[in-house]
């Protein structure tokens, strides 16, 4: 007999349990011991359900006996469940909910299977607020467990919110600003309620000019905020309030083409209550001569405009303005005769009319520039505009220059300082020459020259016709006429021309005052019609080289090839570049071996008064250095007059006298012209030493006393020199008789008391020295001299000298002249080329003026040289000059 059924509980956390199953109840017929045994056997696991366990018996004799039991294993226990923690969300874009999916952290069941799961809130969508949610777990034994947690939706999503279109209003009329109704905004939310929509500025605001910005807003339920803006243009459309002024009329400023005038509109005003910005098509407040339309145009700051115009006439009343000189004075040298002086006049006269217009009339009687040939002549000028305004003014031209044609015995004088600024000369007329007639005979005039200190007196012979040798004029140092020894040149005949008649006589440089004395004698073999003399000053006569070649060398100087002028102690100095190209220091005269011997001075005859001349090697050109000496004849001499009439050496060079007998010097050393009379000795001795100078060395006339007379007056250099003259040695109140050299070897004894006026005046021969002459390069010089210069020359000289070059030109450059022009049978003429003839001919010199220099029209000039049997003078030295 099986027991009863069991009903067994799973163990906790299992899904069966140990059934301990109780014994089942025994019986054989043959009382044997039984064994029952179970399937399953022992204490069997069993899951929950119903199990059925078999009891089995048999007996020894093998009959087998069965029965069954029902084991029930039930599941008791509760499913495992734990809900899951707080859920917080946010609701889903635009919905009003939030979608949630979740499961419980934990769910099992001690059966092994999932218990089955629900929830009160189906789904996975969630309500804006909280929901409690509770899960029950039910497992396969109908055993149910529950839990719960809250599902929390939140709305943070702003509700949406549109704004109408940006609106542009105009402002109402007059005002600056208009009443705006707003238009409604469109709001949403996706919470779905019902939203109210605000805006600042609230209600209907009133705006004024400009954009405006107005804000838009809305809150949800949740607290969400939402806005938007737009923009409210409010425009000023309105133009401004312009009322011009009414037309104006002016007269033009003083001076000006123009009218100076402010104006202002009569009305400017706009609804925006600014003040308009006010412009003008003519900007400024001047205005041209004529109508001018101005328009005014006023424009807000909404850019609105009005415009309206009128016009503004300037008129011109003003005549022109003149500048007229007061007068205008006019120094000139163009002298006219009769006597008048006259000359080109300019000015300036300044017109300047205030209207900027061309001038109708702008004339003079007279036009700047004119030729005026009488001495005042009234202008005047005249000028009209274009608006017919009429100006005139007038002024004196005055042609003015210096003139003296004063002769009076006593003196005038002439101070050339009168010049300065003035860029003219001063005149000096002989007698009658402005009126073109013949100076009066015995004419006696006297003139005193005065310039600024430290200036030299540059003398233009503009015209010169007097009797050669009668009617002469002296020109001498300082202002004292009376001094005759003072007297520097003497000139008479006629000036010196080219072969064309083209007046071509040296400008003369003295000191800073000079006095001249003019006389005539009281016969004329034909009509002279005197001197015409231009004075004015300069200061430095180097400055007058290289157009006036000599004058530099004059004025102790050397010329250089660029025009330039250094002192003459430069010259073969042994320092190079004093010149620019060193021709200073080339050509230097060559060194003599040795000392030269003793030289003679002898003189010409035995008796009668009478001179010898001394000269350095190579006088007038540049001295060799060498030592040189000449023994004085002492013959017949009672004292000796040494008489300097020309020096030029070198700063270490000597010249002096000595005794013969002694060698004991009897002068200083001489540096300068002089006078000298010795009568300490009639043995003497001119001595020359020196050093390496390079200089034209000098000139001495030696002339002695003869014994057994004392009427010998002294007479130094300026007679025979200054004066072109010839010393008789006797005269009257201290003075010795100074004859003009027309006298000199004329036939006629004039020197009645030592006849010396007709000595030496022929020789059986004569030499005419170096006949063909060739210079080197540019900067070659040559001096050529007449014969026995500086002594007179001979009668009956004929010397011809060619010169060439293997420079361009040939400049002829004359120091010193002494022709007679008593005969046309002494002269010098001067030719281009190598042959000479009258074709050929530039030039042909008598008398005592200087001519300008000559320049050859190739490399090769040609001199010819003649005097006749009668009258003799010093002749010529003219230096030569070869040019590029």
């Given at each position: 007999?099986?027991?009863?059924?069991?009903?067994?509980?799973?163990?906790?956390?299992?899904?069966?349990?140990?059934?301990?199953?109780?014994?089942?109840?025994?019986?054989?017929?043959?009382?044997?011991?039984?064994?029952?045994?179970?399937?399953?056997?022992?204490?069997?696991?069993?899951?929950?359900?119903?199990?059925?366990?078999?009891?089995?018996?048999?007996?020894?004799?093998?009959?087998?006996?069965?029965?069954?039991?029902?084991?029930?294993?039930?599941?008791?226990?509760?499913?495992?469940?734990?809900?899951?923690?707080?859920?917080?969300?946010?609701?889903?874009?635009?919905?009003?909910?939030?979608?949630?999916?979740?499961?419980?952290?934990?769910?099992?069941?001690?059966?092994?299977?999932?218990?089955?799961?629900?929830?009160?809130?189906?789904?996975?969508?969630?309500?804006?607020g909280e929901t409690i949610v509770t899960l029950t777990a039910r497992d396969l034994s109908g055993n149910e467990i529950n839990c719960s947690f809250s599902i929390i939706?939140?709305?943070?999503?702003?509700?949406?919110?549109?704004?109408?279109?940006?609106?542009?209003?105009?402002?109402?009329?007059?005002?600056?600003?208009?009443?705006?109704?707003?238009?409604?905004?469109?709001?949403?939310?996706?919470?779905?309620?019902?939203?109210?929509?605000?805006?600042?500025?609230?209600?209907?605001?009133?705006?004024?000019?400009?954009?405006?910005?107005?804000?838009?807003?809305?809150?949800?339920?949740?607290?969400?905020?939402?806005?938007?803006?737009?923009?409210?243009?409010?425009?000023?459309?309105?133009?401004?309030?312009?009322?011009?002024?009414?037309?104006?009329?002016?007269?033009?400023?003083?001076?000006?083409?123009?009218?100076?005038?402010?104006?202002?509109?009569?009305?400017?005003?706009?609804?925006?209550?600014?003040?308009?910005?006010?412009?003008?098509?003519?900007?400024?407040?001047?205005?041209?001569?004529?109508?001018?339309?101005?328009?005014?145009?006023?424009?807000?700051?909404?850019?609105?405009?009005?415009?309206?115009?009128?016009?503004?006439?300037?008129?011109?009343?003003?005549?022109?303005?003149?500048?007229?000189?007061?007068?205008?004075?006019?120094?000139?040298?163009?002298?006219?005769?009769?006597?008048?002086?006259?000359?080109?006049?300019?000015?300036?006269?300044?017109?300047?009319?205030?209207?900027?217009?061309?001038?109708?009339?702008?004339?003079?009687?007279?036009?700047?520039?004119?030729?005026?040939?009488?001495?005042?002549?009234?202008?005047?000028?005249?000028?009209?505009?274009?608006?017919?305004?009429?100006?005139?003014?007038?002024?004196?031209?005055?042609?003015?220059?210096?003139?003296?044609?004063?002769?009076?015995?006593?003196?005038?004088?002439?101070?050339?300082?009168?010049?300065?600024?003035?860029?003219?000369?001063?005149?000096?007329?002989?007698?009658?020459?402005?009126?073109?007639?013949?100076?009066?005979?015995?004419?006696?005039?006297?003139?005193?020259?005065?310039?600024?200190?430290?200036?030299?007196?540059?003398?233009?012979?503009?015209?010169?016709?007097?009797?050669?040798?009668?009617?002469?004029?002296?020109?001498?140092?300082?202002?004292?006429?009376?001094?005759?020894?003072?007297?520097?040149?003497?000139?008479?005949?006629?000036?010196?021309?080219?072969?064309?008649?083209?007046?071509?006589?040296?400008?003369?440089?003295?000191?800073?005052?000079?006095?001249?004395?003019?006389?005539?004698?009281?016969?004329?073999?034909?009509?002279?019609?005197?001197?015409?003399?231009?004075?004015?000053?300069?200061?430095?006569?180097?400055?007058?080289?290289?157009?006036?070649?000599?004058?530099?060398?004059?004025?102790?100087?050397?010329?250089?090839?660029?025009?330039?002028?250094?002192?003459?102690?430069?010259?073969?100095?042994?320092?190079?570049?004093?010149?620019?190209?060193?021709?200073?220091?080339?050509?230097?005269?060559?060194?003599?071996?040795?000392?030269?011997?003793?030289?003679?001075?002898?003189?010409?005859?035995?008796?009668?008064?009478?001179?010898?001349?001394?000269?350095?090697?190579?006088?007038?050109?540049?001295?060799?250095?060498?030592?040189?000496?000449?023994?004085?004849?002492?013959?017949?001499?009672?004292?000796?007059?040494?008489?300097?009439?020309?020096?030029?050496?070198?700063?270490?060079?000597?010249?002096?006298?000595?005794?013969?007998?002694?060698?004991?010097?009897?002068?200083?050393?001489?540096?300068?012209?002089?006078?000298?009379?010795?009568?300490?000795?009639?043995?003497?001795?001119?001595?020359?030493?020196?050093?390496?100078?390079?200089?034209?060395?000098?000139?001495?006339?030696?002339?002695?006393?003869?014994?057994?007379?004392?009427?010998?007056?002294?007479?130094?250099?300026?007679?025979?020199?200054?004066?072109?003259?010839?010393?008789?040695?006797?005269?009257?109140?201290?003075?010795?008789?100074?004859?003009?050299?027309?006298?000199?070897?004329?036939?006629?004894?004039?020197?009645?008391?030592?006849?010396?006026?007709?000595?030496?005046?022929?020789?059986?021969?004569?030499?005419?020295?170096?006949?063909?002459?060739?210079?080197?390069?540019?900067?070659?010089?040559?001096?050529?001299?007449?014969?026995?210069?500086?002594?007179?020359?001979?009668?009956?000289?004929?010397?011809?000298?060619?010169?060439?070059?293997?420079?361009?030109?040939?400049?002829?450059?004359?120091?010193?002249?002494?022709?007679?022009?008593?005969?046309?049978?002494?002269?010098?003429?001067?030719?281009?080329?190598?042959?000479?003839?009258?074709?050929?001919?530039?030039?042909?010199?008598?008398?005592?003026?200087?001519?300008?220099?000559?320049?050859?029209?190739?490399?090769?000039?040609?001199?010819?040289?003649?005097?006749?049997?009668?009258?003799?003078?010093?002749?010529?030295?003219?230096?030569?000059?070869?040019?590029?």
């Amino acid at each position: 007999m099986c027991p009863d059924d069991l009903i067994r509980y799973t163990d906790v956390g299992r899904a069966n349990t140990t059934v301990t199953l109780p014994a089942a109840t025994t019986s054989d017929n043959s009382v044997t011991s039984l064994t029952v045994t179970t399937n399953p056997s022992g204490s069997p696991v069993l899951g929950i359900g119903n199990h059925t366990v078999t009891y089995t018996v048999t007996d020894d004799s093998g009959n087998p006996a069965s029965c069954n039991i029902t084991v029930t294993i039930r599941d008791e226990e509760r499913p495992n469940l734990i809900c899951p923690a707080n859920i917080t969300r946010h609701t889903d874009e635009g919905q009003s909910f939030a979608t949630e999916t979740y499961s419980p952290l934990v769910l099992s069941d001690n059966d092994g299977n999932m218990p089955n799961l629900t929830s009160d809130h189906p789904g996975n969508t969630f309500s804006i607020g909280e929901t409690i949610v509770t899960l029950t777990a039910r497992d396969l034994s109908g055993n149910e467990i529950n839990c719960s947690f809250s599902i929390i939706v939140e709305d943070n999503e702003d509700p949406r919110l549109m704004c109408p279109d940006d609106l542009i209003r105009n402002t109402d009329v007059g005002q600056a600003n208009t009443t705006v109704i707003l238009p409604a905004a469109t709001a949403s939310d996706n919470s779905m309620t019902s939203l109210t929509v605000t805006t600042n500025p609230s209600g209907s605001p009133v705006l004024g000019i400009g954009n405006h910005t107005v804000t838009y807003t809305v809150t949800d339920d949740s607290g969400n905020p939402a806005s938007c803006n737009i923009t409210v243009t409010v425009r000023d459309k309105e133009p401004p309030n312009l009322m011009c002024p009414a037309n104006i009329t002016r007269q033009t400023d003083t001076d000006q083409s123009f009218a100076t005038e402010t104006y202002s509109p009569l009305v400017l005003s706009d609804n925006d209550g600014n003040m308009p910005n006010l412009t003008s098509d003519h900007p400024g407040n001047t205005f041209a001569i004529g109508e001018t339309i101005v328009t005014l145009t006023a424009r807000d700051l909404s850019g609105n405009e009005i415009n309206c115009s009128f016009s503004i006439t300037v008129e011109d009343s003003q005549p022109p303005a003149l500048e007229c000189p007061s007068e205008v004075i006019v120094y000139t040298d163009q002298l006219v005769f009769p006597l008048q002086f006259s000359g080109y006049a300019s000015w300036t006269i300044n017109v300047t009319d205030n209207s900027q217009m061309p001038l109708l009339r702008n004339e003079s009687t007279h036009q700047s520039g004119s030729f005026f040939n009488t001495s005042i002549t009234n202008v005047t000028h005249t000028v009209v505009d274009a608006y017919n305004n009429v100006n005139q003014c007038s002024f004196c031209v005055i042609i003015m220059g210096f003139v003296n044609t004063i002769c009076n015995p006593s003196g005038s004088d002439l101070d050339l300082s009168e010049l300065a600024g003035r860029g003219v000369r001063y005149h000096l007329l002989s007698p009658n020459f402005n009126i073109s007639e013949t100076y009066p005979s015995n004419s006696d005039c006297t003139w005193r020259i005065s310039a600024p200190a430290g200036t030299h007196i540059r003398v233009r012979f503009e015209a010169f016709d007097t009797e050669f040798g009668k009617d002469v004029l002296t020109l001498g140092n300082g202002l004292d006429f009376a001094l005759i020894n003072t007297s520097l040149a003497r000139y008479s005949g006629k000036l010196v021309e080219l072969v064309n008649g083209t007046h071509h006589t040296k400008d003369r440089v003295y000191g800073n005052a000079i006095w001249l004395h003019f006389v005539s004698d009281q016969t004329f073999v034909q009509k002279f019609f005197g001197f015409w003399l231009q004075f004015d000053y300069i200061s430095d006569p180097r400055s007058l080289y290289p157009a006036s070649h000599s004058f530099c060398s004059e004025f102790d100087g050397f010329p250089c090839l660029d025009g330039s002028c250094v002192n003459i102690s430069k010259r073969c100095d042994g320092v190079a570049n004093d010149c620019p190209s060193n021709e200073d220091e080339t050509d230097c005269p060559q060194v003599c071996s040795g000392s030269l011997p003793p030289q003679s001075a002898n003189f010409t005859a035995d008796n009668g008064v009478y001179y010898t001349d001394i000269v350095s090697d190579n006088y007038p050109g540049e001295y060799r250095p060498c030592n040189m000496r000449w023994n004085i004849d002492s013959n017949f001499v009672q004292s000796v007059r040494i008489v300097v009439m020309d020096i030029q050496i070198g700063a270490q060079d000597r010249l002096y006298i000595v005794d013969q007998g002694t060698g004991n010097a009897v002068t200083s050393d001489i540096d300068s012209l002089v006078s000298l009379h010795i009568t300490s000795s009639t043995s003497l001795a001119v001595i020359f030493e020196s050093s390496g100078g390079a200089q034209h060395g000098f000139w001495i006339r030696v002339w002695r006393y003869i014994p057994g007379r004392n009427d010998f007056l002294d007479f130094p250099a300026y007679c025979e020199k200054a004066l072109h003259g010839v010393l008789c040695g006797t005269g009257t109140s201290g003075i010795a008789t100074c004859f003009p050299d027309t006298e000199r070897c004329d036939g006629d004894t004039d020197c009645l008391t030592f006849n010396n006026d007709e000595r030496d005046c022929q020789a059986a021969s004569y030499d005419c020295g170096n006949t063909t002459i060739s210079l080197g390069n540019q900067g070659s010089m040559y001096h050529l001299t007449s014969v026995n210069y500086p002594a007179d020359f001979l009668y009956g000289i004929s010397c011809r000298y060619f010169v060439t070059t293997t420079a361009a030109r040939i400049l002829a450059s004359f120091r010193d002249v002494e022709i007679p022009a008593t005969t046309s049978n002494d002269y010098l003429r001067i030719g281009n080329g190598d042959t000479v003839s009258d074709a050929t001919e530039i030039l042909r010199v008598t008398g005592v003026f200087l001519p300008q220099d000559v320049v050859s029209e190739g490399n090769r000039l040609w001199f010819e040289f003649i005097s006749d049997s009668s009258v003799n003078s010093r002749g010529f030295w003219i230096v030569l000059v070869a040019q590029g």
